[in-house]
């Protein structure tokens, strides 16, 4: 894979020189998304090595870790990650930028290595909401080649328009706190008093705050047999289509490349590939049946919609980004803002979610709070490295 060049753009690439975007380049993200092995760290790949957090020696979060690290780093103006569960939301978080994650079909997946079919989508990542607005309007569109998007009725939004200062005056915010320390990938990655500081501001700023929200279905023991045999279903075709020259069809062979090349492509091992691989006829498991309308019924139904429902909120405010799981089993957007640094130097968020297709009331939610706070900083990349050259000594 390290040699191969796509034959075409990605839809959402089209879009971008379209629009007179200038594709810089690639950057280095989790491999194959997190799907390969169940301790590589995050940001991390054979090719690339491991991707390190502008902000110092914290978690870069993942998968699309590269993507949000450039940005951070003002390597570019803005990126494009993608997410099956958490993995813009992540990275945006830890490196103190804002990461888009949108409705599952508001954006078209065509050409982007597919992972799930029910959870994939590309989504921006920038250092403001605006810029990340911006980007949003371009990606966002109907893709005849992708059946999700088709449930996006609309031709095209200016994201834009909904940049309100005094967009948090009114809005109806829930606050959700139900989350015990184990959903967090460390104890590090939850501040109270900056997540109590960002509460303050929604209501100093005239939105209508219910906390202490219940999501009924948050803490239920959920499992992860629809994603994997998705994976197994997705990057399976995905192999096979790849060109003949390459020394991979299948996922199979891909473990077998892996092990004979084990000293550079098998670091963190590849648990997870391997359990992947020898699932069969993946798409009519009747776990894989069963877990896809339950996962749609607890999300949904019993998680962010009841919410929205039973308070009547235009959005829900979850502290980091723990609430990426839910919204990606239940398709829905979220986005993440910047709310502030630890006595450490790691970066702080927050994450805004909603219905789906609400990402307009999401963005003018968080332009807002943006706006009103103005938390990020820029990263001090001259002193981070002379520390590493000096440990190098």
Same mark, same amino acid.
């Given at each position: 894979?390290?040699?191969?060049?796509?034959? !075409?753009?990605?839809?959402?690439?089209?879009?971008?020189?379209?629009?007179?975007?200038?594709?810089?380049?690639?950057?280095?993200?989790?491999?194959?998304?997190?799907?390969?092995?169940?301790?590589?760290?995050?940001?991390?790949?054979?090719?690339?090595?491991?991707?390190?957090?502008?902000?110092?020696?914290?978690? *870069?979060?993942?998968?699309?870790?590269?993507?949000?690290?450039?940005?951070?780093?003002?390597?570019?103006?803005?990126?494009?990650?993608?997410?099956?569960?958490?993995?813009?939301?992540?990275?945006?978080?830890?490196?103190?930028?804002?990461?888009?994650?949108?409705?599952?079909?508001?954006?078209?997946?065509?050409?982007?290595?597919?992972?799930?079919?029910?959870?994939?989508?590309?989504? *921006?990542?920038?250092?403001?909401?605006?810029?990340?607005?911006?980007?949003?309007?371009?990606?966002?569109?109907?893709?005849?080649?992708?059946?999700?998007?088709? !449930?996006?009725?609309?031709?095209?939004?200016?994201?834009?328009?909904?940049?309100?200062?005094?967009?948090?005056?009114?809005?109806?915010?829930?606050?959700?706190?139900?989350?015990?320390?184990?959903?967090?990938?460390?104890?590090?990655?939850?501040?109270?008093?900056?997540?109590?500081?960002?509460?303050?501001?929604?209501?100093?700023?005239?939105?209508?705050?219910?906390?202490?929200?219940?999501?009924?279905?948050?803490?239920?023991?959920?499992?992860?047999?629809?994603?994997?045999?998705?994976?197994?279903?997705?990057?399976?075709?995905?192999?096979?289509?790849?060109?003949?020259?390459?020394?991979?069809?299948?996922?199979?062979?891909?473990?077998?490349?892996?092990?004979?090349?084990?000293?550079?492509?098998?670091?963190?091992?590849?648990?997870?590939?391997?359990?992947?691989?020898?699932?069969?006829?993946?798409?009519?498991?009747?776990?894989?049946?069963?877990?896809?309308?339950?996962?749609?019924?607890?999300?949904?139904?019993?998680?962010?919609?009841?919410?929205?429902?039973?308070?009547?909120?235009?959005?829900?405010?979850?502290? &980091?980004?723990?609430?990426?799981?839910?919204?990606?089993?239940?398709?829905?957007?979220?986005?993440?803002?910047?709310?502030?640094?630890?006595?450490?130097?790691?970066?702080?968020?927050?994450?805004?979610?909603?219905?789906?297709? &609400?990402?307009?009331?999401?963005? !003018?939610?968080?332009?807002?709070?943006?706006?009103?706070?103005?938390?990020?900083?820029?990263?001090?990349?001259?002193?981070?490295?002379?520390?590493?050259?000096? &440990?190098?000594?």
């Amino acid at each position: 894979m390290e040699h191969h060049v796509s034959s !075409r753009d990605a839809f959402l690439v089209q879009k971008l020189r379209n629009s007179g975007a200038i594709i810089l380049g690639k950057t280095n993200m989790t491999e194959w998304a997190n799907g390969m092995s169940s301790t590589m760290w995050a940001g991390y790949s054979s090719i690339g090595g491991l991707t390190k957090n502008p902000y110092g020696d914290h978690f *870069p979060g993942g998968s699309s870790t590269g993507s949000a690290a450039a940005v951070a780093a003002n390597f570019t103006t803005v990126a494009v990650g993608t997410e099956t569960s958490g993995s813009i939301l992540s990275p945006a978080v830890q490196n103190a930028i804002v990461g888009i994650k949108p409705t599952v079909g508001l954006i078209s997946r065509s050409g982007i290595i597919p992972w799930s079919c029910s959870q994939d989508t590309a989504g *921006p990542m920038a250092r403001t909401v605006t810029d990340a607005a911006i980007l949003l309007s371009v990606l966002a569109g109907k893709d005849e080649d992708d059946p999700a998007t088709w !449930r996006n009725t609309q031709s095209s939004i200016d994201y834009a328009a909904f940049l309100d200062e005094e967009g948090l005056c009114g809005a109806a915010i829930g606050v959700f706190r139900g989350a015990p320390l184990a959903k967090y990938r460390d104890n590090g990655e939850y501040d109270e008093q900056l997540f109590n500081d960002a509460v303050s501001t929604l209501k100093e700023s005239g939105a209508i705050v219910i906390d202490h929200i219940e999501i009924p279905s948050f803490n239920r023991e959920w499992e992860y047999n629809k994603t994997s045999h998705e994976f197994a279903h997705s990057v399976e075709h995905y192999l096979q289509s790849l060109p003949a020259h390459l020394p991979v069809h299948s996922l199979n062979e891909l473990a077998k490349w892996n092990e004979q090349n084990a000293d550079k492509a098998l670091k963190y091992g590849q648990d997870a590939l391997e359990v992947r691989s020898q699932l069969k006829q993946p798409l009519k498991s009747q776990k894989y049946i069963l877990e896809s309308v339950t996962d749609l019924y607890y999300s949904q139904n019993k998680g962010i919609d009841y919410a929205l429902d039973k308070y009547g909120l235009d959005a829900i405010l979850f502290p &980091s980004y723990v609430g990426a799981d839910l919204c990606a089993r239940a398709g829905y957007p979220s986005i993440a803002v910047p709310a502030g640094f630890q006595e450490n130097g790691r970066a702080f968020g927050i994450t805004f979610a909603g219905a789906g297709f &609400s990402e307009s009331t999401l963005i !003018r939610i968080a332009f807002s709070f943006e706006q009103k706070t103005k938390h990020r900083t820029m990263p001090n990349l001259a002193f981070r490295m002379s520390s590493e050259l000096a &440990s190098d000594l």
